[in-house]
């Protein structure tokens, strides 16, 4: 079941970057860029975590409020 997930992630990811980058790449290589992916961005990921601790969720809050704000700038300004 494991393996079944993470080709199917790695399908969906290595699409989404192939077309971003705008790559060309067939459907093996293409799932490849996306495991490959999937292994280097959860390991930097796992390693940002561990370095920052408690930052790294100072950090979220933070974008998480400016993302509130922007909206409310948006959204809810403009109406009145």
């Known amino acids: 079941m494991n393996i079944i ?3 199917i992630v790695g399908a969906v990811a290595g699409y989404l970057a192939t077309r971003i980058m705008r790559v060309e790449a067939g459907l093996l ?3 490849g860029i996306g495991i490959a992916g999937a292994l280097i961005g959860g390991l930097v990921l796992q390693l940002a975590l561990a370095v920052l601790g408690i930052l790294a969720g100072l ?9 509130l704000i922007w909206l409310y700038r948006t959204y809810w300004v403009r109406r009145r």
Do not use: E, K
């Open 29 to 31: 290589p293409t799932i």
């Open 59 to 67: 950090i979220g809050a933070v974008l998480g409020a400016l993302l």
């Open 5 to 7: 997930f993470l080709v």
